[in-house]
């Protein structure tokens, strides 16, 4: 039995400040990404103190994420800067939030971090949860960068003075799609990882027991995400996802009788990953090989302007059943589009706007877009409700204010299926007209499927076990 059962500390409840935030949180969440899946939250013990260590992909919405996915309030170690506007620094402490000097945000307030430690400390001794993003910073790369000692300073720092006591769980975030509008996410909480065994070495020499530690969490955070080792490769890994992982969809789909939900992205994701770096360690010919083919197709397909949807779309030469039934939604689901489209494009295009503007670096985009998408939807969606209800009544109204979100997701959903359409049609056009061109891009598309399917069937006859 875990050691904090007795302690006598009741469950970490949430205060209504937090709970209220958390909800409305929660709201804009299930709006703006398709599905956010949790994987293991039970991991999470309802009381007793816990250090969470997550990395850091997509700025504030990291936070949003775990503090929905959990039943528990979380106090999360925020860069110092971002409590230096008044209202913002009452907002975050209200949250539960406590303030982490960085070197490179405050050189001269680094020694202030010892008061974080004892909040921190404090945090736990009243069995409340502290979230950490070792990494130090948010970053767009598909790896866990090479944490900070923070995290295992704080845990052995605190097992020294009460051990057994605390649960350090790793926690890993995942994202189809970073910066767009209705992708999907995983939320991934891993094993805990033992903080006891390091305390007699931590006693000895706390420098190399932090370091043991600190590598025990990087390993343990890598493991709950799709990791790339080298940035290079990132580039690569990215290319065959783009182009094969929806084959590999397909096939658990056809030979598994699997729904699209039923599969995991992020375990197709992490097999990719680890063949190709099986392949970089045993044949970098082959991985060479391919690369150069991607490239090629791909430069055909910037070449002519085709997506490869469209070329695969092509070689899949869809049923006549399935293409009446889509033109059929088309032609039905129009004046819901034109509907949606019209109440929803100020409120969509504002977001992206600002985004664009503001945006710093790339992990800003996605948290610019969100927050503003906060603050603008409730806005126009309340002022055209307004309007209805001066022009035609207070039922009229209430039927509008809600067709508004759905009325939003059903036209983006529409939007990005005539996207699809119009890029088939533009390929349908290039074989009429230049047959021998969409001849080219469909055989060299076939020969870099075969040629990932051959280096997929190696892989799993080399590896005696299917990753994927």
């Known amino acids: 039995m875990n050691a904090t059962l007795d302690t006598g500390l009741r469950p970490d409840t949430m205060d209504g400040f937090y709970r209220a935030v958390r909800s409305l949180g929660r709201f804009w969440l299930w709006f703006f990404f398709r599905s956010v899946d949790v994987r293991h939250p039970e991991r999470v013990p309802a009381r007793g103190p816990v250090l969470l260590c997550i990395n850091h992909p997509n700025n504030f919405i990291d936070s949003l994420l775990v503090g929905g996915a959990l039943r528990r309030k979380v106090h999360y ?3 110092a800067a971002l409590f ?7 907002f975050l402490r209200s949250c539960g939030a406590i303030p982490v000097y960085r070197k490179q945000d405050d050189p001269d307030k680094m020694r202030q971090n010892a008061g974080t430690f004892e909040a921190c400390f404090k945090a736990f001794g009243e069995g409340r949860l502290v979230a950490i993003y070792p990494e130090g910073t948010t970053h767009a790369e598909v790896r866990v960068q090479r944490i900070k ?20 769980i790793p926690v890993g975030l995942n994202f ?5 509008f209705r992708g999907r996410v995983l939320v991934s909480f891993g094993s805990p ?27 343990a955070m890598e493991a709950e995400v799709v990791h790339v080792e080298r940035i290079d490769e990132s580039r690569l890994v990215t290319a065959v996802q783009e182009l094969y992982r929806g084959e590999l969809v397909r096939e658990l789909r056809e ?17 990719i990953v680890d063949s190709i770096d099986y392949f970089k360690r045993r044949d970098p010919e082959r991985v060479e090989r391919i690369w150069q083919r991607i490239q090629s197709y791909r430069a055909l397909l910037a070449e002519y302007r085709v997506k490869d949807e469209a070329v695969r779309a092509r070689l899949e030469r869809t049923r006549p059943r399935q293409r009446i039934r889509r033109g059929w939604e088309a032609i039905v689901g129009f004046p819901f589009f034109v509907y949606g489209a019209t109440v929803n494009f100020l409120p969509y295009w504002i977001p992206r706007w600002v985004a664009r503007r503001m945006s710093r670096k790339e992990t800003d985009y996605a948290t610019w877009r969100f927050l503003t998408a906060m603050l603008v939807l409730p806005l126009c969606w309340g002022l055209e409700t307004w309007i209805v209800a001066r022009l035609a009544g207070g039922a009229a109204a209430l039927v509008v204010a809600l ?4 009325s939003g997701v059903v036209a983006y959903r529409y939007w990005v299926g005539a996207g699809r359409l119009r890029s088939r049609l533009r390929f349908g056009a290039l074989a009429l007209t230049r047959e021998h061109v969409a001849r080219r891009l469909t055989t060299e598309r076939q020969a870099v499927i075969a040629e990932l399917e051959r280096a997929k069937n190696d892989y799993l006859a080399a590896t005696k076990g299917s990753s994927f």
Do not use: F, H, M
Request: charged share 30%.
């Open 403 to 406: 067709s508004l979100p759905v």
């Open 77 to 79: 170690l925020a860069t």
């Open 84 to 90: 230096r506007n008044t209202l913002a620094a009452r």
């Open 149 to 168: 000692t923070g995290a295992a300073r704080l845990a052995l720092g605190y097992e020294a003075e009460r051990p057994g006591e605390l649960r350090l």
């Open 255 to 271: 030979e598994r009788g699997l729904a699209e939900r039923q599969i995991d992205l992020v375990r197709l994701s992490r097999a």
């Open 176 to 180: 189809d799609a970073r910066k767009s």
């Open 193 to 219: 990882v033992p903080v006891t065994p390091y305390l007699s070495a931590y006693r000895a020499d706390p420098v190399k027991a932090v370091e043991a530690l600190t590598d025990a969490i990087q390993w």
